[in-house]
Protein backbone atom coordinates (compact mmCIF):
# COMPACT_ATOMS: atom_id res chain seq x y z
CA UNK A 1 0.00 0.00 0.00
CA UNK A 2 0.38 3.59 0.03
CA UNK A 3 -0.13 6.00 2.14
CA UNK A 4 -1.80 9.33 0.24
CA UNK A 5 -3.81 12.32 1.48
CA UNK A 6 -6.70 13.69 -0.31
CA UNK A 7 -5.86 17.35 -1.72
CA UNK A 8 -8.48 19.48 -3.64
CA UNK A 9 -5.74 21.74 -4.78
CA UNK A 10 -4.55 24.92 -4.17
CA UNK A 11 -7.34 26.98 -5.17
CA UNK A 12 -9.16 25.18 -3.07
CA UNK A 13 -7.89 23.48 -0.40
CA UNK A 14 -6.69 25.10 3.02
CA UNK A 15 -4.60 22.39 3.28
CA UNK A 16 -0.84 22.67 1.59
CA UNK A 17 0.93 20.22 -0.52
CA UNK A 18 4.17 21.57 1.77
CA UNK A 19 2.34 20.21 4.72
CA UNK A 20 1.23 16.98 3.48
CA UNK A 21 4.82 15.98 2.32
CA UNK A 22 5.34 16.83 6.72
CA UNK A 23 2.77 14.17 7.71
CA UNK A 24 4.74 10.57 7.95
CA UNK A 25 5.30 8.49 5.14
CA UNK A 26 2.97 10.07 2.99
CA UNK A 27 4.11 9.73 -0.39
CA UNK A 28 1.20 10.60 -2.83
CA UNK A 29 -2.08 12.46 -2.92
CA UNK A 30 -5.36 11.86 -4.33
CA UNK A 31 -6.40 15.05 -5.65
CA UNK A 32 -9.04 16.30 -8.66
CA UNK A 33 -9.87 19.06 -11.06
CA UNK A 34 -12.06 20.51 -8.60
CA UNK A 35 -13.35 23.60 -10.44
CA UNK A 36 -14.46 21.20 -13.57
CA UNK A 37 -17.99 19.73 -13.82
CA UNK A 38 -19.58 16.72 -14.13
CA UNK A 39 -19.73 15.81 -17.70
CA UNK A 40 -16.96 18.24 -18.81
CA UNK A 41 -13.71 16.99 -20.60
CA UNK A 42 -10.57 17.15 -18.61
CA UNK A 43 -7.72 19.09 -20.76
CA UNK A 44 -4.43 17.61 -20.95
CA UNK A 45 -2.58 20.68 -20.37
CA UNK A 46 -5.04 20.96 -16.64
CA UNK A 47 -3.90 17.80 -15.88
CA UNK A 48 0.04 18.37 -16.81
CA UNK A 49 -0.21 21.72 -14.54
CA UNK A 50 -1.95 19.60 -11.49
CA UNK A 51 0.57 17.08 -11.69
CA UNK A 52 3.90 19.35 -11.99
CA UNK A 53 2.38 21.70 -9.18
CA UNK A 54 2.40 18.39 -7.03
CA UNK A 55 5.46 17.02 -8.15
CA UNK A 56 7.43 20.15 -7.72
CA UNK A 57 6.47 20.00 -3.57
CA UNK A 58 8.22 16.57 -3.72
CA UNK A 59 4.80 14.09 -4.38
CA UNK A 60 3.33 12.50 -6.54
CA UNK A 61 -0.56 12.24 -7.91
CA UNK A 62 -1.56 8.43 -6.79
CA UNK A 63 -4.75 8.59 -8.14
CA UNK A 64 -7.79 10.96 -8.32
CA UNK A 65 -10.99 11.75 -6.63
CA UNK A 66 -12.93 11.67 -8.42
CA UNK A 67 -14.13 12.04 -11.93
CA UNK A 68 -17.57 12.54 -11.44
CA UNK A 69 -19.76 10.97 -13.63
CA UNK A 70 -22.68 13.05 -14.55
CA UNK A 71 -26.51 12.71 -14.72
CA UNK A 72 -27.06 12.02 -18.00
CA UNK A 73 -24.99 9.03 -17.94
CA UNK A 74 -26.68 7.96 -14.55
CA UNK A 75 -30.32 8.28 -15.76
CA UNK A 76 -29.07 6.99 -19.51
CA UNK A 77 -30.61 9.70 -21.59
CA UNK A 78 -30.10 10.81 -24.94
CA UNK A 79 -27.21 12.62 -24.18
CA UNK A 80 -25.51 10.16 -22.44
CA UNK A 81 -23.01 8.33 -25.38
CA UNK A 82 -21.57 12.21 -25.90
CA UNK A 83 -20.79 12.50 -21.90
CA UNK A 84 -19.07 9.10 -22.20
CA UNK A 85 -16.99 10.33 -25.11
CA UNK A 86 -15.92 12.56 -23.10
CA UNK A 87 -15.29 10.61 -20.30
CA UNK A 88 -13.67 8.60 -22.06
CA UNK A 89 -11.47 11.67 -23.73
CA UNK A 90 -10.40 12.69 -19.94
CA UNK A 91 -9.44 9.25 -19.63
CA UNK A 92 -6.88 9.12 -22.37
CA UNK A 93 -5.50 12.55 -21.37
CA UNK A 94 -5.20 10.98 -17.38
CA UNK A 95 -3.43 7.87 -18.85
CA UNK A 96 -1.29 9.77 -21.44
CA UNK A 97 -0.07 11.65 -17.86
CA UNK A 98 0.84 8.08 -15.81
CA UNK A 99 -2.21 8.77 -13.66
CA UNK A 100 -3.59 5.09 -13.20
CA UNK A 101 -6.42 5.16 -10.19
CA UNK A 102 -9.72 7.37 -11.07
CA UNK A 103 -12.60 7.08 -8.28
CA UNK A 104 -15.83 7.83 -8.77
CA UNK A 105 -19.44 7.07 -7.92
CA UNK A 106 -22.60 6.57 -9.09
CA UNK A 107 -25.27 8.08 -6.47
CA UNK A 108 -28.29 9.97 -7.68
CA UNK A 109 -28.36 13.93 -7.29
CA UNK A 110 -26.97 13.52 -3.56
CA UNK A 111 -22.64 12.47 -3.50
CA UNK A 112 -23.13 11.78 0.47
CA UNK A 113 -25.73 13.27 3.39
CA UNK A 114 -24.91 14.15 6.79
CA UNK A 115 -26.97 16.18 8.97
CA UNK A 116 -24.98 18.36 10.91
CA UNK A 117 -21.56 19.23 9.76
CA UNK A 118 -19.69 20.37 13.11
CA UNK A 119 -21.32 17.91 16.07
CA UNK A 120 -19.29 19.53 19.22
CA UNK A 121 -17.39 16.79 21.27
CA UNK A 122 -17.00 16.81 25.07
CA UNK A 123 -12.88 17.31 24.23
CA UNK A 124 -13.93 20.48 21.65
CA UNK A 125 -13.42 18.47 18.19
CA UNK A 126 -16.45 18.42 16.27
CA UNK A 127 -17.09 16.05 13.56
CA UNK A 128 -19.87 15.71 10.67
CA UNK A 129 -23.03 13.79 11.98
CA UNK A 130 -26.19 11.59 10.61
CA UNK A 131 -29.39 11.33 12.58
CA UNK A 132 -32.10 9.88 10.97
CA UNK A 133 -34.93 12.36 12.60
CA UNK A 134 -33.51 15.18 11.05
CA UNK A 135 -33.29 13.61 7.61
CA UNK A 136 -36.90 12.65 8.24
CA UNK A 137 -38.17 16.27 8.44
CA UNK A 138 -37.33 16.82 5.19
CA UNK A 139 -39.91 16.57 2.37
CA UNK A 140 -38.00 15.95 -0.81
CA UNK A 141 -40.78 17.74 -2.95
CA UNK A 142 -40.27 20.95 -1.04
CA UNK A 143 -36.74 20.94 0.18
CA UNK A 144 -37.09 25.03 0.64
CA UNK A 145 -39.65 24.53 3.76
CA UNK A 146 -38.02 21.69 4.97
CA UNK A 147 -34.67 23.48 5.11
CA UNK A 148 -36.15 26.23 7.52
CA UNK A 149 -38.13 23.95 9.63
CA UNK A 150 -34.90 21.98 10.65
CA UNK A 151 -34.07 22.74 14.02
CA UNK A 152 -31.06 23.99 15.54
CA UNK A 153 -29.43 25.63 12.57
CA UNK A 154 -28.64 22.04 11.37
CA UNK A 155 -27.53 22.20 7.90
CA UNK A 156 -27.65 19.38 5.25
CA UNK A 157 -24.36 19.00 4.20
CA UNK A 158 -22.98 17.45 1.01
CA UNK A 159 -25.55 19.25 -1.08
CA UNK A 160 -23.52 21.64 -3.39
CA UNK A 161 -25.79 24.66 -3.25
CA UNK A 162 -25.66 25.16 -6.97
CA UNK A 163 -27.32 21.64 -7.08
CA UNK A 164 -29.57 22.66 -4.49
CA UNK A 165 -31.46 25.62 -6.74
CA UNK A 166 -32.27 22.74 -9.16
CA UNK A 167 -32.83 20.23 -6.85
CA UNK A 168 -36.71 19.86 -8.21
CA UNK A 169 -35.06 19.47 -12.14
CA UNK A 170 -32.50 16.79 -10.36
CA UNK A 171 -35.16 14.20 -8.76
CA UNK A 172 -37.87 15.17 -12.08
CA UNK A 173 -34.67 13.47 -13.85
CA UNK A 174 -34.49 10.64 -11.84
CA UNK A 175 -37.79 9.89 -11.48
CA UNK A 176 -37.78 6.28 -13.99
CA UNK A 177 -34.47 5.49 -12.71
CA UNK A 178 -34.87 2.76 -10.14
CA UNK A 179 -32.25 0.40 -9.02
CA UNK A 180 -32.22 -2.03 -12.23
CA UNK A 181 -31.87 0.82 -14.64
CA UNK A 182 -29.12 2.68 -12.26
CA UNK A 183 -27.38 -0.76 -12.19
CA UNK A 184 -27.91 -1.19 -16.01
CA UNK A 185 -26.62 2.78 -16.84
CA UNK A 186 -23.95 1.88 -15.20
CA UNK A 187 -22.46 -1.77 -16.94
CA UNK A 188 -23.28 0.13 -19.72
CA UNK A 189 -20.80 2.90 -18.83
CA UNK A 190 -18.60 0.49 -17.68
CA UNK A 191 -17.94 -1.67 -20.83
CA UNK A 192 -18.14 1.75 -22.65
CA UNK A 193 -15.30 2.82 -21.02
CA UNK A 194 -13.40 -0.33 -20.61
CA UNK A 195 -11.34 -0.61 -23.73
CA UNK A 196 -9.53 2.57 -22.49
CA UNK A 197 -8.79 1.77 -19.16
CA UNK A 198 -7.14 -1.70 -20.59
CA UNK A 199 -5.01 0.41 -22.90
CA UNK A 200 -4.04 2.88 -20.65
CA UNK A 201 -4.23 0.59 -17.44
CA UNK A 202 -6.24 2.44 -15.69
CA UNK A 203 -7.98 1.47 -12.61
CA UNK A 204 -11.64 2.34 -11.79
CA UNK A 205 -12.72 2.43 -8.32
CA UNK A 206 -16.28 3.04 -7.70
CA UNK A 207 -16.92 4.62 -4.21
CA UNK A 208 -19.93 2.75 -2.32
CA UNK A 209 -23.28 5.05 -1.37
CA UNK A 210 -22.92 7.44 1.89
CA UNK A 211 -25.02 6.22 3.90
CA UNK A 212 -25.50 2.96 2.84
CA UNK A 213 -29.45 2.94 1.87
CA UNK A 214 -31.75 5.30 -0.40
CA UNK A 215 -32.32 9.10 0.63
CA UNK A 216 -35.07 10.64 -0.21
CA UNK A 217 -36.27 8.05 -2.27
CA UNK A 218 -33.46 8.25 -4.43
CA UNK A 219 -32.03 4.26 -5.36
CA UNK A 220 -28.91 3.87 -3.98
CA UNK A 221 -27.18 0.48 -5.44
CA UNK A 222 -23.13 0.50 -4.37
CA UNK A 223 -24.26 -0.12 -0.53
CA UNK A 224 -23.57 -3.91 0.37
CA UNK A 225 -21.34 -7.44 -0.86
CA UNK A 226 -24.06 -8.78 -2.32
CA UNK A 227 -24.66 -5.64 -4.92
CA UNK A 228 -20.75 -4.86 -5.28
CA UNK A 229 -20.03 -8.26 -5.93
CA UNK A 230 -23.00 -8.41 -8.48
CA UNK A 231 -20.92 -5.35 -10.28
CA UNK A 232 -17.87 -6.86 -10.48
CA UNK A 233 -19.35 -10.13 -12.33
CA UNK A 234 -21.50 -7.93 -14.51
CA UNK A 235 -18.30 -6.24 -15.74
CA UNK A 236 -15.01 -8.95 -14.90
CA UNK A 237 -12.26 -6.70 -16.29
CA UNK A 238 -10.45 -6.57 -13.24
CA UNK A 239 -10.02 -2.33 -14.06
CA UNK A 240 -13.44 -2.26 -13.14
CA UNK A 241 -12.95 -2.21 -9.17
CA UNK A 242 -13.96 -0.72 -5.85
CA UNK A 243 -13.00 1.63 -3.35
CA UNK A 244 -13.36 0.28 -0.31
CA UNK A 245 -14.33 2.90 2.21
CA UNK A 246 -15.23 1.66 5.70
CA UNK A 247 -16.91 4.74 6.35
CA UNK A 248 -19.32 4.20 3.79
CA UNK A 249 -20.13 0.84 3.79
CA UNK A 250 -20.11 0.68 7.59
CA UNK A 251 -23.03 3.08 7.57
CA UNK A 252 -24.73 -0.22 7.98
CA UNK A 253 -23.67 -2.71 10.62
CA UNK A 254 -24.76 -5.64 8.65
CA UNK A 255 -21.98 -4.87 6.30
CA UNK A 256 -19.32 -7.33 7.58
CA UNK A 257 -16.31 -4.69 6.77
CA UNK A 258 -12.80 -7.31 6.89
CA UNK A 259 -15.20 -10.33 4.98
CA UNK A 260 -15.83 -7.56 2.26
CA UNK A 261 -12.05 -7.02 1.72
CA UNK A 262 -11.42 -10.56 1.37
CA UNK A 263 -14.49 -11.25 -1.15
CA UNK A 264 -13.09 -8.08 -3.17
CA UNK A 265 -9.26 -9.44 -3.33
CA UNK A 266 -8.05 -8.26 -6.38
CA UNK A 267 -10.58 -5.95 -7.04
CA UNK A 268 -10.10 -3.41 -4.60
CA UNK A 269 -7.65 -0.14 -6.32
CA UNK A 270 -8.51 2.40 -3.54
CA UNK A 271 -9.16 2.32 0.44
CA UNK A 272 -10.55 5.34 2.86
CA UNK A 273 -10.38 3.96 6.07
CA UNK A 274 -11.70 5.88 8.75
CA UNK A 275 -14.18 5.11 11.84
CA UNK A 276 -17.85 5.56 12.87
CA UNK A 277 -19.31 5.72 16.20
CA UNK A 278 -23.09 4.73 16.63
CA UNK A 279 -24.92 6.74 19.42
CA UNK A 280 -28.18 4.64 18.21
CA UNK A 281 -28.30 1.68 15.99
CA UNK A 282 -32.15 1.64 15.76
CA UNK A 283 -32.57 2.10 12.37
CA UNK A 284 -35.86 4.99 12.60
CA UNK A 285 -33.44 6.44 15.38
CA UNK A 286 -30.47 6.37 14.13
CA UNK A 287 -27.33 8.43 14.64
CA UNK A 288 -23.68 8.10 14.04
CA UNK A 289 -21.33 10.47 14.43
CA UNK A 290 -17.69 10.35 12.43
CA UNK A 291 -14.84 9.51 15.00
CA UNK A 292 -10.90 9.54 14.82
CA UNK A 293 -9.57 6.69 13.05
CA UNK A 294 -8.39 4.12 16.12
CA UNK A 295 -10.91 1.27 17.05
CA UNK A 296 -11.77 2.62 20.40
CA UNK A 297 -13.31 5.88 19.60
CA UNK A 298 -16.04 4.01 17.30
CA UNK A 299 -17.80 0.87 16.34
CA UNK A 300 -15.47 -0.53 13.53
CA UNK A 301 -12.21 -2.49 14.58
CA UNK A 302 -9.69 -0.78 12.55
CA UNK A 303 -6.71 -3.65 13.17
CA UNK A 304 -9.05 -6.29 11.22
CA UNK A 305 -9.94 -3.63 8.86
CA UNK A 306 -6.11 -3.14 8.19
CA UNK A 307 -5.87 -6.43 8.39
CA UNK A 308 -8.09 -7.80 5.58
CA UNK A 309 -6.23 -5.10 3.61
CA UNK A 310 -2.86 -6.65 4.11
CA UNK A 311 -3.58 -10.58 4.02
CA UNK A 312 -5.56 -9.99 0.75
CA UNK A 313 -2.28 -8.37 -0.30
CA UNK A 314 -3.68 -4.29 -1.41
CA UNK A 315 -0.94 -2.75 -2.96
CA UNK A 316 -3.09 0.67 -4.10
CA UNK A 317 -3.39 4.17 -2.40
CA UNK A 318 -4.71 4.21 0.92
CA UNK A 319 -6.32 7.21 2.87
CA UNK A 320 -7.22 8.70 5.97
CA UNK A 321 -10.82 9.82 5.99
CA UNK A 322 -13.17 12.31 7.11
CA UNK A 323 -11.19 13.05 10.85
CA UNK A 324 -12.57 15.52 13.47
CA UNK A 325 -11.70 19.18 13.58
CA UNK A 326 -9.07 19.67 16.16
CA UNK A 327 -6.84 22.51 17.33
CA UNK A 328 -8.73 25.53 16.61
CA UNK A 329 -9.09 24.23 13.32
CA UNK A 330 -12.81 24.39 13.81
CA UNK A 331 -13.50 27.52 12.65
CA UNK A 332 -10.95 28.02 10.04
CA UNK A 333 -12.66 29.58 7.06
CA UNK A 334 -12.50 27.81 4.00
CA UNK A 335 -11.67 24.17 6.01
CA UNK A 336 -13.60 21.67 3.43
CA UNK A 337 -15.66 19.85 6.08
CA UNK A 338 -13.98 16.66 7.16
CA UNK A 339 -10.78 17.43 5.33
CA UNK A 340 -8.53 19.35 8.25
CA UNK A 341 -5.40 18.72 8.24
CA UNK A 342 -4.51 17.25 11.79
CA UNK A 343 -6.82 14.56 12.50
CA UNK A 344 -6.18 13.14 9.06
CA UNK A 345 -2.41 13.31 10.03
CA UNK A 346 -3.13 11.38 13.19
CA UNK A 347 -5.19 8.81 11.21
CA UNK A 348 -2.34 8.45 8.40
CA UNK A 349 0.09 7.87 11.14
CA UNK A 350 -2.41 5.37 13.06
CA UNK A 351 -2.90 3.18 10.21
CA UNK A 352 0.62 2.73 9.06
CA UNK A 353 1.25 1.97 12.41
CA UNK A 354 -1.22 -1.31 12.12
CA UNK A 355 0.06 -1.90 8.83
CA UNK A 356 4.11 -2.37 10.39
CA UNK A 357 2.87 -4.37 13.46
CA UNK A 358 1.26 -6.54 10.86
CA UNK A 359 3.83 -6.94 8.29
CA UNK A 360 6.56 -7.43 11.22
CA UNK A 361 4.82 -9.98 13.32
CA UNK A 362 3.41 -12.33 10.17
CA UNK A 363 7.53 -11.98 8.79
CA UNK A 364 8.08 -12.93 12.02
CA UNK A 365 5.92 -15.75 12.34
CA UNK A 366 6.93 -17.13 8.97
CA UNK A 367 10.50 -17.13 9.56
CA UNK A 368 9.78 -19.38 13.00
MN1 LIG B 1 -14.97 7.54 1.33
Redesign the pocket.
Known amino acids: MEMTFRWYGSKFDTVTLKQIRQIPGVTGVITTLYDTTPGEMWTKDAIRALKQEVEDNGLHISGIESVNVCDSIKVGDKDRDMYIENYIKTLEHLGEEGIHMVCYNFMPVFDWTRTELARRNPDGSTVLAYNQHAIDQIDPSDFGASMERMANGQTLAGWEPERMAKIKELFEMYKDTDGEKLFQNLVYFLKAIMPTCDKYDINMAI ?1 PD ?1 PAWSVFGLTRIINSEKNILRLMDAVPDTHNGV ?1 F ?1 S ?2 YGTNLENDLPHMIRVLKGRIHFA ?1 VRNLRFNNTNKADLDFQEACHISKDGNFDMYEIVRALYETGFDGPIRP ?1 HGRMIWDEVDKPGVMPGYGLYDRALGATYIQGLWEAIEKSETRLLNK
Open positions: HDTCGSHD
